[in-house]
DNA sequence: GTCTATAAGAAGATAGAC
DNA sequence: GTCTATCTTCTTATAGAC
């Protein structure tokens, strides 16, 4: 654990250039943030910056990795504090209640990156929707203790719901119909 | 009717730009789309698509006007064609499965747009999303037939719904994601 | 590892000839 | 209305000094 931060008392350049391009690909969009953006967030040179990631789409490859390996770590932690099915999807719906502030003025970090690649890099699209696989496989496996015939269609139907609740709070900035559509999901995972 | 290209026998280059227009940003997006590639497509200059559209900006809000007219008259002629409130809902839902192939390919127009503007041109954001108040404020008005109370509160889900399916229909290319959602919300329509 | 300088190209936009 | 030419700024990326 320990061991990461060895030689360095605070972080590496390396790791505050990725964070900080996770956050502003997220926020700003990945194609209208610049190297200068994230140069001039952190205080240092777009020469240094492209020292560490030769491309801009090596640095987006950098942060999806980033990315997929705290979602798995997320739902390490969320298997070891709930073992029941529903309690699980639950978990999952809290998460959304509990990202209420980056939903509203950002919208769904998967969606709108993926949305934004496809449209014409569908190379660095499959990039992004393997987080979305992540989250897919992890449903599909939790549905799978309730029925496992229906649990792939149920991952996928969830996915939906939540995709389409993080796109109209975003789109109306309403934190009430994040809410109001979370209960009606809670709802619907209590009636399986 | 034919007043509107009396002077021409085809349509004019600012009509054809809009149409261009329109298209490209649905399908690369409106910030990786260029005048150059609306010129390109079209064979003509980028000067002279300046002289029609003085900014992108403008372009794109004519762009959106177009679409909202569009809009507009799709109800009215729905309207003209069912009088029954589920009938209404259901034509609503099955032009999403007849845009099947668009939705595959390149998302909701609606949505993605959104989403794209939303990030960092809020200005912007606020055009696309009159786009989206013509759906919301028809199916409320629509719902209102059924039940006036909750005609509001059942407009944003259905809106939920579509903008989830639309949204993994896109991420994963499935048409039979598509088809399976669709009938998921028919069937909620059914038991209202 | 980090900087400055610079290349090479694309972008939005303007000026002026036809 | 349409074109070519040009301007300015931004963007990704490279070269070379420290």
Redesign the interface.
């Known amino acids: 654990m320990w061991l990461k931060n060895m030689n360095t008392q605070t972080q590496s350049n390396r790791e505050r250039i990725i964070k900080v391009a996770y956050q502003l690909f997220y926020?700003?969009?990945y194609?209208?943030t610049s190297f200068a953006d994230v140069a001039n967030e952190l205080g240092i040179s777009k020469g240094n910056l492209h020292y560490h990631f030769p491309s801009k789409g090596a640095l987006l490859n950098t942060v999806i990795a980033l990315r997929k390996q705290q979602i798995i770590e997320m739902f390490a932690q969320w298997d070891g504090e709930f073992s029941d099915a529903k309690d699980r999807l639950k978990r999952f719906i809290q998460m959304m209640i509990n990202n209420e502030a980056n939903l509203v003025r950002?919208?769904c970090p998967l969606?709108?990156l993926?949305?934004?690649l496809?449209?014409?890099q569908r190379d660095l699209q499959g990039m992004s929707?393997e987080m979305?696989d992540l989250y897919q496989h992890w449903l599909e496996k939790v549905f799978t203790q309730l029925d496992s015939k229906k649990s792939k269609?149920r991952s996928?139907?969830l996915?939906?719901?939540?995709?389409?609740?993080a796109?109209?709070t975003?789109?109306?900035s309403d934190s009430k119909?994040l809410k109001?559509?979370c209960n009606?999901i809670n709802e619907w995972i209590d009636s399986l």
């Open positions: 926020t700003k969009g194609n209208q950002y919208g969606g709108s993926n949305v934004e496809g449209k014409d929707r979305f269609a996928l139907h996915l939906s719901m939540t995709q389409g609740t796109m109209m975003y789109i109306y119909l109001d559509e009606a």
